[in-house]
C-alpha cells in the first residue's frame, strides 16, 4: 500500500532509473526496471515511493542527485531500499548512508567484485567497490557473496587487499560464517542469479537461485538495501522482472 505521507510509512523504496553506468557493455536496458518492477508489486505494508530523476547525458549529476535524495530519505530514519537501474547508483547511496552511518558495513551480492579502476573518472556500474574503499569503508567491513567472475585486474587487487569473498559455490560457508552487529547494507545485482532464473541482464554470469538469494538476505537481515541490473527488454517471458520482485519482497520483509 503505497503513502504519500512519511509519518505513515513503514519503509521508503527510492527509485533509481539509469543505464549510464554501463560503458563496456551494449546490452543495455535498466533504465525503466523500477517502474516495471513495482508495476504489479503488491505489499501490505505502508510505503513511501520516492524517485530520483537522472540526467540522461550526465552520470555525476546523477550521482549528485541522488546522493543528495538518498542524504533527505535518511532522514526519515525509515528502512530504505533502492531499486536501480544499473549498480552505479549503489554508489551515491552507500556513500551517502556511510557517511551517517560510520561503522556501516556492506555485503555485495553479485557475481562480479566490481573492483575494476575508473575509465575516464566515471564512477561506472563496475568499479564501485573500489571507490567506496576510498569513501569511507575499510577492508573488513565488505563482503563479497556469490562471486563467479574475478577479472586480472581485480585478481591483481585482492592480492594487495584483504578483502573476504565468498564464490558461487561457499554460500554455505558464508551464512556459517556471517555474523554483524552493525548497521549493513546489502546491495543484490541479479545477475548473481543463474541464467535461468535471469536471462534479463547485462551479464548473465550468476549461479546462485532465488532460494539461495532469499537465504543470503535473511542471513544479513540489512537495515538499508538496494536491487539493481534488472534488464526488462532483454527479459524472457517476465522472468527476471518476477524474480526481482520475489527477492524484493523477502528484503522489504527482512530490512
Aim: one cysteine or more; proline letters at 5%; glycine letters at 4%.
Amino acid at each position: 500500500m503505497r503513502t504519500e505521507k512519511p509519518s505513515e510509512a513503514e519503509f521508503i523504496i527510492q527509485k533509481l532509473p539509469c543505464d549510464m553506468g554501463i560503458h563496456r557493455n551494449p546490452r543495455k536496458g535498466t533504465l525503466n526496471a523500477p517502474e516495471k518492477i513495482l508495476e504489479e508489486f503488491e505489499i501490505s505494508k505502508n510505503i513511501l515511493v520516492d524517485e530520483v530523476f537522472p540526467d540522461e547525458f550526465d552520470l555525476e549529476e546523477t550521482h549528485r542527485r541522488t546522493e543528495e535524495n538518498t542524504e533527505d530519505l535518511a532522514d526519515y530514519d525509515l528502512p530504505l531500499i533502492s531499486l536501480g537501474g544499473d549498480h552505479s547508483v549503489s554508489f551515491p547511496v552507500v556513500k551517502a548512508l556511510k557517511q551517517r552511518y560510520p561503522d556501516m558495513n556492506l555485503v555485495w551480492l553479485d557475481a562480479h567484485l566490481d573492483l575494476k579502476e575508473k575509465v575516464d573518472g566515471h564512477v561506472s556500474h563496475d568499479v564501485v567497490v573500489r571507490e567506496l574503499l576510498n569513501h569511507g569503508f575499510s577492508e573488513d567491513e565488505i563482503v563479497f557473496v556469490g562471486i563467479t567472475e574475478i577479472d586480472h585486474d581485480e585478481e591483481k587487487f585482492l592480492e594487495e587487499h584483504d578483502l573476504q569473498v565468498y564464490m558461487a559455490d561457499e554460500l554455505g560457508k558464508f551464512v556459517q560464517d556471517y555474523g554483524s552487529k552493525e548497521k549493513t547494507y546489502l546491495s543484490v545485482d541479479i545477475d548473481v542469479l543463474n541464467q535461468k532464473e535471469a536471462p534479463g541482464t547485462g551479464y548473465p554470469d550468476g549461479q546462485l537461485s532465488v532460494e539461495k538469494v532469499e537465504k543470503v538476505v535473511e542471513k544479513v537481515n540489512p537495515d538499508y538495501a538496494d536491487l539493481v541490473e534488472v534488464a526488462p527488454p532483454l527479459d524472457k517471458k517476465n522472468v527476471t522482472v518476477e524474480n526481482s520482485r520475489k527477492i524484493l519482497d523477502k528484503i522489504i520483509n527482512s530490512v
